[in-house]
């Protein structure tokens, strides 16, 4: 519904909300199928959820893609458990080994994580939008795309605590960049003079003629993982040092620790009623946690 435009006007924002809630409540793992999943990852980059969608293509076990992976799998199957974890082949049926559907996560990664998407307001690729979204996950990305023009790239890599970008434009077409969370007097350009930079909702924006380009700067938000309390438990007593701030804190509070598979925050199992954790605790336990 998000995807085709049926949700009402006003009321998307809200619904993609819900939607990440009941991923994270599934474990941050997908469920869908043949229907839901080529759209899935890209809804929840289209509203703020990114994060959300590139921890769906870093999970490593069942249901996964690089669940497929660790079996070995070398082209994309047609259910997410035609192999099971003993090596033998499932008995659901109709399992094909070498099918297309769970593979539309390729385009995504196009989309979002390198941001090549053609712009819909000229035919082809002669208008052509460079967005990339990095994760901190990956250390770097580097994406071409031969479309009717030439060769378009996009890539990014983390460098010395800098985000370092670059773009190639072929003859024929105009990019619009847009560098995430980047400061407009901030950026670096090589070899040739930057661009006349915008800003629009957090990130620089300008117009590429075709050509050659790199570009660095500073993010204005660290990449890298925060940890707080307003994370599920799991997903907190999974990291080591996270999981020895909260063992610790209900050690010193002379309690075991409960409730540690909920799906729900664990602000929320802190102040339930059979945990009552004081607030001078929470505050101190998500300050520890948000420093790792």
Known sequence: ?????????????????????????????????????????????????????????????????????????????????????????????????NHYAYGSVAEWIYRYLAGIRPDGNGPGFSRVCLAPLPDYRFRFLDATLKTPFGRLRSGWRFEDGKLRMTFEVPIG?????????????????????????????????????????????????????????????GELMAEDRARAVIERHFKELGRRIPFMEESRRLIEVLRSPFVRVPEDRIRAMDRELRAL
């Open 1 to 97: 519904a998000l995807y085709t435009g049926l949700v009402p006007p006003g009321a998307e924002q809200r619904t993609a909300d819900r939607l990440a809630e009941k991923i994270r409540a599934n474990g941050r793992h997908l469920d869908t199928g043949f229907v839901g999943t080529p759209y899935l990852c890209r809804v929840l980059s289209a509203h703020g959820q990114h994060e959300l969608a590139c921890d769906l293509l870093f999970n490593m076990d069942y249901p996964s893609w690089l669940y497929e992976v660790r079996m070995a799998a070398t082209t994309i199957w047609e259910r997410w458990n035609s192999v099971l974890p003993d090596g033998r082949i499932s008995s659901t049926g109709m399992n094909s080994l």
């Open 173 to 233: 077409s105009v990019a619009e960049v847009r560098l995430p969370d980047a400061p407009v007097d901030g950026i670096s350009s090589e070899p040739g003079p930057s661009p006349a930079w915008r800003s629009e909702a957090g990130a620089a924006v300008a117009e590429l003629p075709p050509g050659k380009y790199v570009f660095s700067y500073a993010p204005t938000r660290p990449y890298r993982k925060t940890w707080s309390v307003e994370l599920p438990p």
